[in-house]
């Protein structure tokens, strides 16, 4: 299995004097290839720190980050940009589509290639949203923006997807048919999802399962329930 992200020693700290708060305390990481992993904590205990350092959003105050094989702390930010443009994949829970484009058009935008339309609504009737692709987000359904947003993430074949609470926003059912759709993608297409969540029927679902608290990873494990048995 080749690796996609390799995190060594990785601190995280914000403020200075009195304010200064250690977001991340020496985090040691591996994701492989193929990877379906949750990581949940309680609020404040460094997920989106951790998720926006492996996403190249934000940088350590020490230790190594290594994504896609490339250490990523001597990348500047035109490569850092051109690394999350092509290798990596983001889900937030808020959506963050663009009001004015389309779904279409948002699934679309992550892509610089002159023939790109046909992939796009292939992947968007991957994700459930044939027939939809001409709507604007105000006329979707939160669970359809969410399913933009997963093809977004993965219109460009990334080498890993990571989510920010995906199912934070939409009603149980909804949550449960969009964590069936990120199985799919992981299993037949073979695409990389590391996710933070506070709910426990979604970690029931993961292959893995990380306990982060304070900034530390206080448990890694194995679930071997964690597949599409739910379905």
């Known amino acids: 299995m080749a690796t996609i992200v390799n995190l060594q ?7 200075q004097g009195q304010a ?13 290839a193929g990877d379906f992993t949750a990581m949940a904590g309680p609020s404040g205990s460094g997920k989106s720190t951790l998720l926006n350092i492996m996403g190249g959003l934000d940088r350590p105050t020490s230790g190594r980050v290594q994504v896609d094989g490339r250490e990523i702390s001597d990348l500047s930010n035109t490569e850092l ?5 092509d290798r ?6 808020s959506y963050n589509l663009i009001p004015v484009l389309t779904a279409l058009e948002n699934a679309e935008y992550v892509l610089m290639l002159q023939e790109r339309r046909a992939r796009v609504r292939e992947v968007l009737a991957e994700v459930g949203l044939e027939g939809l692709e001409n709507r604007f987000p105000r006329q979707l359904s939160g669970g359809q923006q969410q399913r933009v947003a997963i093809a977004r993430a993965i219109v460009s074949e990334p080498a ?8 934070a926003n939409v009603d149980s059912k909804t949550g449960m048919a ?13 695409v990389t999802f590391f996710f933070s969540t506070h709910e426990e029927a979604v970690m029931k679902q993961a ?19 964690g597949d599409r048995s739910h379905s």
Not at 160 to 167: C, I, K, M, R
């Open 207 to 225: 292959r893995r399962l990380l306990q982060l608290e304070d900034g530390v990873i206080l448990n890694d494990e194995a679930n071997k329930n």
């Open 160 to 167: 890993l997807v990571l989510a920010d609470e995906p199912t």
């Open 88 to 93: 990596l994949g983001f889900i937030f829970q």
């Open 81 to 85: 940009g051109l690394l999350r443009r």
């Open 9 to 15: 020693e990785v601190t995280k700290d914000y403020g």
């Open 178 to 190: 969009l964590l069936d759709l990120m199985h799919r993608l992981n299993e037949e297409k073979g």
């Open 20 to 32: 200064l708060t250690h977001a991340l305390r020496g985090v040691n990481l591996v994701i492989e």
